[in-house]
């Protein structure tokens, strides 16, 4: 019974462990800590948290992220903070993948007791996050995580950056009334993302009377789509919508330029990257993007001198910091609070675009433009 | 289920040609590090991952020639691979570790090297841009580029030379005997330890190759590395462990299986394909196209 | 902070019925599994599709998570028994890319790569487990109940004739023992309680996805196995203890924001390599598998 000692022992420890440690009821620190806002001038930091891929497939597109996070800290706490207490950024990895999430998030919720989290890039640690979240009444704002599943995540749980639903039909229609392009071949990346617009794109597309005459798939990983796209080419599309990351599409449009696959591309939002466009080969490639009124350059200057590009995920990730900094000056850090002023928002005009909340804290407003590449860089097609 | 008309056969071929030479480039040196040292090597993808950051780094940053970059290159993949074999595997070995140590070992040494160039170059993709792009060359009803070409050649150029390196030079008889059976080779007088050092120094040098061929095909990321080291274990599964030329042949099987597959299967199957194809093999036949050991082997992993 | 701590031991109990029963397999019994990750994520996959698509009470998913990695891992010792060494763990590994490979494109039955969300926190007997303490209560019982069941396997005389079988396989046969029922017996026994920990896993994130039971996966479960030591359940218990602990502690390092991942990782792989390189047989271990 040696092995009944050590698994006491172990028990003993893991319990002496945690009774070290105050215990907190996770329920009641709402309301704990949400009394008590700046009564007496507090002064102490509040810590936020930030959930993105830093390691792994889709680190390039955490590492920008936080970078613009950093930067709406740093702009909060130079325009004064939150009523005087200063922002302070907690980033943890969640590797793209739900393990790492939600072990990133259970620290950030249970021990920096963050009220909120400027999270998740990737749609799998938004759902392995959210549960916990929304136990301890702790606000999500996603600011990359697409999938339509996040919807009905929970009532914490909010993204400024829209499903997918509402791009892929818009890159619909436009392919199929503005371009009149009615043949159409598909290549996504297999993912809540890729597949998600893929799909989206090929209902709507089919509703409107199109026909798809060749569906192809790759994994996130693959840089040879060599026989995708020669599968494409065979079906004689009028247009290809390929949707992709950065990296595997720098290999992939190099590839369809290759194999002379001479028709217009039409990408997703991902292609909003400046490292696709300086290539020769990205000439005339058109995207989707949310549109914002302008785009703002000085903007991308302050992340260039911080040594970040844009990405589809930086603007929201950006703009998630600002819009929780500026409901905390309302309603301090009090969680329930800030979940109600959350639904409320509308007409609130980031860098991303402008966000109005529905009742499944989605952001409805999404206003789609087409961007094509000229000359190496991107501009808004007319 | 759409099946693709025939007039795409010949690219679909070619793609798999280009696929399997790409391939070959990693599974031959990790084919080469099995058969003298016994482990499965991981950290090969990430070896070939450092040769293709090194190349970036003297032509990319520091401007070098494109030539002399890649003479560089190679040069200190080489040093570097034959100091993680002398800091990491070579203590491994001198305290018995087993087999499945070492693949542990090259498990986390592939995460360390990932994890360093991260640090040191970023997260996000880098282009050489050492060709400019344009639309391959026609030949026989398929598109194929130059640099596709020499790709092909230099991957020929290995499976001849181990081919006939290996059977007839007086090292490549030492490597044999060293893979066949470190033990009795030492009785005979052979220093195992130095043929094995070797083997790693020289296919880490393949590896470094391999690097550049594939950051100018493909393009470098930290990630590059892990996806061919597991093609490069199932090429050198299907072409026979410990077997170098069957390793190369063995690559472009995958290569040829995964994209002409795809005439009539989905492309979301693509990875599926090679898998099953490895696992068949294994059940089937274990020790592969060219292998010997009839799949009774005792050593354990 | 309890519930932080919860959720720690929460997934320290996991990955040591992970370990500890690859411990089973490997370090008792010589059976190189390296596919070991594919029944967690068979019993994650069954647990989660019986709950969510067809309201299945927990226990029974619980149980059926089990059975299911159990007939697979029957299945697997069947169809490769002409292998040994080298080429089980090789086979076995292939199984776990076929099976990622499976999860991610029968899409219909697993959702492919949009996983399935919204596994259900168990209910026992009209008991909702809601609080990690809760969880991480059950957990420990299901950890220690394993752990119990694999104590007496390898501590009574069965257990010494699998070490017979992983030391001397032609000797144990000679002795007129059938080894090829013993192997299959043993690997059923491991993957049955390695799809019992992926039920646990899927009720504890409560969303899973194909690439949760990759590679990443089997080196964290065969570095525990390592640092733990072979052929000891001591070994594996300290080594998912020290291993899922260290990550941990080192979010709390003062380093940048944006080398935090990079880094992490890199001070994660060269301790691990530093142990191997210190000791090679493990914490515990009591044999070299050479």
């Known amino acids: 019974m040696r092995k009944l000692k050590f698994l006491g022992a172990m028990a003993a420890g893991l319990a002496l462990f945690g009774a070290g440690c105050s215990f907190t009821p996770p329920g009641e620190k709402s309301v704990t800590e949400g009394s008590y806002v700046p009564k007496t001038a507090d002064t102490s930091p509040i810590k936020i948290g930030w959930v993105g891929p830093l390691t792994g497939d889709a680190a390039s597109v955490g590492k920008d992220a936080l970078t613009a996070a950093q930067l709406a800290v740093e702009e909060v706490n130079a325009a004064g903070g939150i009523n005087g207490r200063m922002l302070e950024l907690v980033a943890e990895d969640g590797k793209c993948n739900p393990k790492d999430a939600a072990t990133a998030g259970n620290k950030l919720i249970n021990v920096d007791k963050v009220p909120a989290i400027v999270g998740t890039a990737c749609s799998g640690e938004m759902m392995a996050i959210a549960p916990t979240a929304e136990q301890n009444k702790t606000i999500m704002v996603g600011y990359c995580a697409s999938a339509p599943t996040v919807s009905a995540a929970g009532d914490y749980i909010f993204r400024t950056?829209?499903?997918?639903?509402?791009?892929?039909?818009?890159?619909?229609?436009?392919?199929?009334?503005?371009?009149?392009?009615?043949?159409?071949a598909t290549l996504a990346v297999l993912g809540d993302w890729g597949t998600g617009l893929k799909n989206g794109f090929e209902q709507r597309f089919k509703e409107l009377g199109g026909e798809v005459v060749s569906s192809q798939d790759y994994v996130q990983e693959s840089r040879d789509l060599r026989t995708q796209l020669t599968k494409a080419k065979d079906s004689q599309p009028e247009i290809l919508f390929f949707v992709g990351y950065t990296e595997a599409s720098i290999a992939g449009l190099k590839q369809a330029k290759e194999l002379g696959l001479n028709v217009s591309i039409i990408g997703g939002d991902a292609w909003d990257d400046t490292k696709i466009h300086a290539n020769s080969f990205a000439e005339g490639i058109m995207y989707s993007v949310g549109a914002a009124p302008q785009y703002d350059l000085a903007w991308v200057e302050k992340l260039k001198q911080k040594g970040a590009t844009t990405n589809v995920c930086v603007p929201r990730s950006y703009d998630n910091v600002k819009l929780l900094a500026e409901i905390m000056k309302r309603t301090g850090t009090d969680t329930a609070k800030i979940k109600d002023e959350l639904y409320k928002v509308q007409g609130y005009q980031g860098i991303g675009g402008i966000v109005n909340m529905d009742s499944n804290g989605d952001n409805t407003s999404a206003q789609f433009q087409i961007k094509v590449v000229k000359n190496g860089k991107a501009e808004a097609a007319k | 289920m759409e099946i693709a008309s025939a007039a795409i056969l010949p690219q679909l071929i070619v793609n798999g040609l280009i696929a399997g030479a790409m391939y070959s480039l990693t599974a031959a040196g990790f084919s080469l590090v099995y058969a003298?040292?016994?482990?499965?090597?991981?950290?090969?993808?990430?070896?070939?991952?450092?040769?293709?950051y090194l190349v970036y780094t003297f032509f990319n940053l520091a401007g070098l020639n494109f030539y002399a970059a890649s003479f560089l290159a190679v040069i200190c993949t080489s040093l570097f691979g034959g100091f993680l074999?002398?800091?990491?595997?070579?203590?491994?070995?001198?305290?018995?570790?087993?087999?499945?140590?070492?693949?542990?070992?090259?498990?986390g040494l592939a995460i360390l090297l990932e994890a360093l160039v991260t640090l040191i170059f970023g997260t996000d993709v880098k282009q050489l841009n050492f060709i400019s792009v344009q639309e391959g060359w026609h030949i026989a009803g398929a598109i194929i580029t130059p640099l596709q070409l020499v790709v092909m050649a230099v991957s020929a150029v290995l499976l001849v030379s181990f081919a006939v390196f290996m059977k007839y030079s007086s090292w490549g008889k030492l490597i044999r005997a060293v893979a066949d059976n470190a033990d009795l080779a030492r009785t005979t007088g052979i220093n195992p330890y130095a043929v094995q050092l070797w083997s790693f120094v020289i296919a880490c040098?393949?590896?470094?190759?391999?690097?550049?061929?594939?950051?100018?095909?493909?393009?470098?990321?930290?990630?590059?590395?892990?996806g061919f080291a597991l093609v490069s274990f199932a090429s050198t599964v299907v072409g026979g462990m410990g077997s170098l030329p069957g390793a190369i042949l063995g690559s472009y099987l995958i290569g040829l299986a995964e994209n002409v597959g795809q005439w009539i299967l989905p492309s979301g199957y693509k990875e599926a394909i090679w898998l099953v194809m490895l696992f068949l093999f294994l059940l089937i036949r274990p020790s592969g196209i060219f292998g010997t050991e009839q799949g009774v082997r005792q050593t354990k992993l | 902070m309890s519930a932080y701590f919860s959720q720690i031991l929460i997934l320290i109990c996991i990955y040591a019925i992970v370990a500890g029963s690859l411990n089973l397999a490997f370090g008792y019994t010589g059976l190189v599994n390296l596919g070991h990750i594919a029944f967690f994520g068979l019993g994650a996959y069954t647990s989660a599709i019986l709950t969510v698509e067809y309201q299945v009470p927990f226990m029974a998913a619980f149980f059926a998570a089990g059975a299911v990695a159990g007939v697979f891992g029957w299945v697997i010792t069947a169809i490769t028994s002409r292998l040994k060494g080298d080429y089980f763990a090789l086979a076995a590994l292939a199984f776990n890319f076929l099976a990622v490979a499976v999860f991610l494109n029968w899409i219909s039955f697993t959702h492919g790569p949009l996983g399935i969300a919204g596994v259900?926190?168990?209910?026992?007997?009209?008991?909702?487990?809601?609080?990690?303490?809760?969880?991480?209560?059950?957990a420990f019982l299901v950890m220690a109940a394993v752990f119990l069941f694999m104590r007496r396997l390898t501590a009574s005389r069965y257990g010494r004739v699998l070490?017979?079988?992983?030391?001397?396989?032609?000797?144990?046969?000679?002795?007129?023992?059938?080894?090829?029922?013993?192997?299959?017996?043993?690997?059923?026994a491991s993957t049955f309680c390695a799809g019992l920990a992926g039920s646990l896993f899927a009720h504890f994130i409560q969303f899973i996805d194909p690439y949760s039971f990759y590679l990443p996966d089997l080196i964290v479960a065969l570095t525990i196995l390592i640092v733990g030591g072979l052929a000891s359940l001591k070994g594996s218990l300290a080594g998912a203890l020290i291993i899922i602990i260290i990550p941990e502690l080192l979010r709390f390092l003062p380093i940048p924001d944006h080398v935090v991942g990079p880094l992490r990782?890199?001070?994660?792989?060269?301790?691990?390599?530093?142990?191997?390189?210190?000791?090679?047989?493990?914490?515990?271990?009591?044999?070299?598998?050479?």
């Open chain 1, 161 to 184: 950056y829209p499903s997918d639903v509402l791009q892929s039909k818009f890159v619909a229609e436009y392919v199929y009334n503005t371009l009149g392009k009615k043949k159409v």
């Open chain 2, 36 to 52: 003298t040292n016994r482990f499965l090597n991981l950290a090969h993808g990430g070896i070939m991952m450092v040769g293709a």
């Open chain 2, 85 to 107: 074999f002398v800091s990491v595997y070579r203590p491994l070995r001198q305290k018995k570790a087993a087999n499945m140590v070492m693949l542990i070992a090259a498990a």
């Open chain 2, 205 to 226: 040098a393949i590896a470094s190759v391999a690097g550049i061929l594939i950051g100018l095909e493909r393009n470098i990321e930290p990630r590059m590395g892990l």
């Open chain 3, 120 to 138: 259900p926190r168990p209910q026992i007997f009209g008991l909702k487990i809601l609080s990690p303490e809760g969880y991480a209560a059950f």
């Open chain 3, 163 to 188: 070490e017979a079988v992983r030391d001397d396989a032609l000797g144990a046969e000679a002795l007129g023992k059938n080894v090829f029922r013993l192997k299959c017996q043993c690997l059923v």
């Open chain 3, 265 to 290: 990782q890199a001070v994660y792989s060269a301790i691990l390599i530093g142990i191997l390189l210190v000791r090679p047989r493990g914490i515990f271990g009591k044999v070299d598998l050479e």
